[in-house]
Protein backbone atom coordinates (compact mmCIF):
# COMPACT_ATOMS: atom_id res chain seq x y z
CA UNK A 1 0.00 0.00 0.00
CA UNK A 2 1.18 3.90 -0.35
CA UNK A 3 1.43 5.82 2.31
CA UNK A 4 -1.56 6.57 3.59
CA UNK A 5 -1.40 10.53 3.45
CA UNK A 6 -5.07 11.64 2.95
CA UNK A 7 -6.77 11.93 6.05
CA UNK A 8 -9.83 9.64 7.27
CA UNK A 9 -12.60 11.54 6.54
CA UNK A 10 -11.35 11.79 2.46
CA UNK A 11 -10.14 8.04 2.71
CA UNK A 12 -14.11 7.06 3.70
CA UNK A 13 -15.61 9.51 0.83
CA UNK A 14 -13.55 7.94 -1.60
CA UNK A 15 -14.66 4.30 -0.29
CA UNK A 16 -17.73 5.35 -0.58
CA UNK A 17 -17.72 6.31 -3.86
CA UNK A 18 -15.63 3.79 -5.20
CA UNK A 19 -18.44 1.32 -3.03
CA UNK A 20 -21.32 2.99 -5.23
CA UNK A 21 -19.74 3.54 -8.63
CA UNK A 22 -19.06 -0.54 -8.50
CA UNK A 23 -22.19 -1.29 -7.43
CA UNK A 24 -23.91 -0.09 -10.75
CA UNK A 25 -25.13 -3.42 -12.09
CA UNK A 26 -24.36 -2.32 -15.62
CA UNK A 27 -24.93 -6.00 -17.30
CA UNK A 28 -28.78 -6.33 -15.60
CA UNK A 29 -29.42 -2.86 -16.76
CA UNK A 30 -28.32 -3.49 -20.60
CA UNK A 31 -30.03 -6.99 -19.98
CA UNK A 32 -33.28 -5.47 -19.10
CA UNK A 33 -33.06 -2.05 -21.52
CA UNK A 34 -32.10 -4.63 -24.53
CA UNK A 35 -34.97 -7.19 -23.91
CA UNK A 36 -32.79 -9.81 -22.96
CA UNK A 37 -34.09 -10.90 -20.18
CA UNK A 38 -33.80 -11.59 -16.13
CA UNK A 39 -29.74 -12.53 -15.81
CA UNK A 40 -30.25 -14.15 -12.60
CA UNK A 41 -32.32 -17.00 -15.06
CA UNK A 42 -29.78 -17.15 -17.64
CA UNK A 43 -26.78 -19.69 -17.28
CA UNK A 44 -24.82 -19.00 -13.89
CA UNK A 45 -27.12 -16.36 -12.93
CA UNK A 46 -24.32 -14.11 -12.86
CA UNK A 47 -24.47 -10.14 -13.99
CA UNK A 48 -20.67 -10.38 -15.70
CA UNK A 49 -20.76 -9.95 -19.43
CA UNK A 50 -19.56 -13.67 -19.43
CA UNK A 51 -22.91 -14.30 -18.88
CA UNK A 52 -24.83 -11.44 -20.94
CA UNK A 53 -22.89 -13.35 -23.74
CA UNK A 54 -24.79 -16.08 -23.01
CA UNK A 55 -28.02 -14.48 -24.11
CA UNK A 56 -26.24 -14.80 -27.41
CA UNK A 57 -26.60 -11.02 -28.01
CA UNK A 58 -22.45 -9.85 -28.42
CA UNK A 59 -22.91 -6.12 -27.95
CA UNK A 60 -24.31 -6.43 -24.81
CA UNK A 61 -21.83 -8.47 -23.66
CA UNK A 62 -19.57 -6.17 -24.70
CA UNK A 63 -20.86 -3.49 -23.41
CA UNK A 64 -21.21 -5.09 -19.67
CA UNK A 65 -17.64 -5.51 -20.19
CA UNK A 66 -16.88 -2.34 -21.01
CA UNK A 67 -18.70 -0.67 -18.49
CA UNK A 68 -18.10 -3.19 -15.46
CA UNK A 69 -14.69 -2.16 -16.15
CA UNK A 70 -15.03 1.22 -16.36
CA UNK A 71 -16.71 2.15 -13.78
CA UNK A 72 -13.48 0.71 -11.10
CA UNK A 73 -11.38 3.02 -13.07
CA UNK A 74 -13.67 6.11 -12.92
CA UNK A 75 -13.40 5.45 -8.97
CA UNK A 76 -9.47 5.25 -9.48
CA UNK A 77 -8.87 8.04 -12.08
CA UNK A 78 -11.50 10.50 -9.57
CA UNK A 79 -10.15 9.41 -6.38
CA UNK A 80 -6.19 10.12 -8.23
CA UNK A 81 -6.78 13.14 -9.32
CA UNK A 82 -8.78 14.78 -6.22
CA UNK A 83 -7.33 13.25 -3.25
CA UNK A 84 -3.83 11.16 -4.18
CA UNK A 85 -2.76 7.44 -4.37
CA UNK A 86 -3.94 6.19 -1.43
CA UNK A 87 -7.14 7.03 -1.93
CA UNK A 88 -6.98 5.79 -5.27
CA UNK A 89 -6.41 2.54 -4.09
CA UNK A 90 -8.95 2.66 -1.94
CA UNK A 91 -11.42 3.59 -4.11
CA UNK A 92 -10.46 0.71 -6.69
CA UNK A 93 -11.01 -1.62 -3.49
CA UNK A 94 -14.39 -0.48 -2.89
CA UNK A 95 -15.10 -0.31 -6.70
CA UNK A 96 -14.28 -4.13 -6.39
CA UNK A 97 -16.04 -4.84 -3.80
CA UNK A 98 -19.34 -3.16 -4.61
CA UNK A 99 -19.35 -5.02 -8.09
CA UNK A 100 -19.54 -8.45 -5.87
CA UNK A 101 -21.49 -6.88 -3.23
CA UNK A 102 -23.89 -4.10 -4.50
CA UNK A 103 -26.50 -3.49 -1.74
CA UNK A 104 -28.82 -3.15 -5.05
CA UNK A 105 -28.92 -6.91 -5.10
CA UNK A 106 -28.81 -7.89 -1.58
CA UNK A 107 -25.25 -7.96 -1.74
CA UNK A 108 -25.43 -10.80 -4.67
CA UNK A 109 -23.34 -9.34 -7.33
CA UNK A 110 -20.55 -10.38 -10.03
CA UNK A 111 -17.46 -12.30 -9.65
CA UNK A 112 -16.13 -8.96 -10.33
CA UNK A 113 -13.17 -9.94 -13.50
CA UNK A 114 -13.53 -7.18 -15.66
CA UNK A 115 -13.85 -4.64 -12.45
CA UNK A 116 -10.74 -6.31 -11.34
CA UNK A 117 -8.90 -5.64 -14.85
CA UNK A 118 -10.28 -1.73 -15.16
CA UNK A 119 -8.82 -1.02 -11.66
CA UNK A 120 -5.28 -2.72 -12.52
CA UNK A 121 -5.42 -0.67 -16.00
CA UNK A 122 -5.96 2.44 -14.32
CA UNK A 123 -3.88 2.24 -11.29
CA UNK A 124 -1.03 0.72 -13.21
CA UNK A 125 -1.48 0.28 -16.80
CA UNK A 126 1.81 -1.58 -17.46
CA UNK A 127 0.11 -4.72 -14.59
CA UNK A 128 -3.33 -3.90 -16.62
CA UNK A 129 -2.30 -4.69 -20.02
CA UNK A 130 -0.36 -7.82 -18.33
CA UNK A 131 -2.98 -8.84 -16.56
CA UNK A 132 -5.41 -8.94 -19.77
CA UNK A 133 -2.96 -11.00 -22.05
CA UNK A 134 -2.72 -13.47 -19.36
CA UNK A 135 -6.52 -13.63 -19.37
CA UNK A 136 -6.74 -13.51 -22.95
CA UNK A 137 -3.83 -15.96 -23.77
CA UNK A 138 -4.99 -18.40 -21.09
CA UNK A 139 -8.53 -18.06 -22.59
CA UNK A 140 -7.53 -18.90 -26.38
CA UNK A 141 -5.80 -21.97 -24.80
CA UNK A 142 -8.39 -23.34 -22.58
CA UNK A 143 -11.74 -21.21 -23.50
CA UNK A 144 -12.91 -21.27 -19.93
CA UNK A 145 -13.53 -17.88 -18.35
CA UNK A 146 -13.09 -18.50 -14.92
CA UNK A 147 -10.12 -20.54 -15.56
CA UNK A 148 -8.17 -17.40 -17.11
CA UNK A 149 -9.78 -14.95 -14.41
CA UNK A 150 -8.50 -17.40 -11.81
CA UNK A 151 -4.75 -17.50 -13.47
CA UNK A 152 -4.76 -13.77 -14.03
CA UNK A 153 -5.71 -13.44 -10.46
CA UNK A 154 -3.41 -15.37 -9.27
CA UNK A 155 -0.35 -13.96 -11.13
CA UNK A 156 -0.86 -10.49 -11.32
CA UNK A 157 0.33 -9.78 -8.25
CA UNK A 158 4.02 -11.01 -9.92
CA UNK A 159 3.41 -8.65 -12.50
CA UNK A 160 3.09 -5.46 -9.84
CA UNK A 161 6.75 -6.89 -8.70
CA UNK A 162 8.15 -7.22 -11.76
CA UNK A 163 6.75 -4.25 -13.34
CA UNK A 164 8.25 -2.01 -10.32
CA UNK A 165 4.68 -1.37 -8.54
CA UNK A 166 5.23 -3.39 -5.67
CA UNK A 167 3.54 -0.41 -3.30
CA UNK A 168 0.31 -2.57 -4.93
CA UNK A 169 0.80 -5.93 -3.65
CA UNK A 170 -1.12 -5.66 -0.36
CA UNK A 171 -4.12 -4.56 -3.10
CA UNK A 172 -3.30 -7.10 -5.06
CA UNK A 173 -3.22 -9.50 -2.95
CA UNK A 174 -6.32 -8.58 -1.26
CA UNK A 175 -7.99 -8.66 -5.01
CA UNK A 176 -7.00 -12.14 -5.40
CA UNK A 177 -8.38 -13.81 -2.02
CA UNK A 178 -11.21 -12.15 -3.39
CA UNK A 179 -11.36 -13.19 -6.90
CA UNK A 180 -10.89 -16.88 -5.79
CA UNK A 181 -13.39 -16.72 -3.11
CA UNK A 182 -16.21 -15.52 -6.57
CA UNK A 183 -15.53 -18.07 -7.95
CA UNK A 184 -15.38 -20.98 -5.55
CA UNK A 185 -17.93 -22.56 -7.31
CA UNK A 186 -16.28 -22.78 -10.57
CA UNK A 187 -13.54 -24.01 -9.23
CA UNK A 188 -15.63 -26.98 -8.02
CA UNK A 189 -16.66 -27.51 -11.40
CA UNK A 190 -13.12 -27.15 -12.83
CA UNK A 191 -12.36 -29.88 -10.32
CA UNK A 192 -14.83 -31.96 -11.99
CA UNK A 193 -14.35 -30.97 -15.54
CA UNK A 194 -18.01 -29.56 -15.23
CA UNK A 195 -17.13 -25.80 -16.01
CA UNK A 196 -18.57 -24.04 -19.42
CA UNK A 197 -16.89 -23.32 -21.71
CA UNK A 198 -16.86 -19.53 -23.59
CA UNK A 199 -20.11 -19.10 -25.69
CA UNK A 200 -21.58 -22.10 -24.27
CA UNK A 201 -25.32 -21.39 -23.01
Not at 129 to 153: D, G, H, N, P
Request: proline share 3%; glycine share 12%.
Amino acid sequence: MPHLLSDPTTLGLWALIGYLLGSIPFGMVLAAVMGLGNLRSIGSGNIGATNVLRTGNKLAAALTLILDGGKAAVAVLLARAFAGEDAAQLAGLMAFFGHCFPVWLKFKGGKGVATFLGLLLALAWPVGVAACLTWLATAVIARISSLSALVAAAISTFWMVVLGYGQMIVMGAALTLLIFWTHRANIARLRKGEEPRIGQK
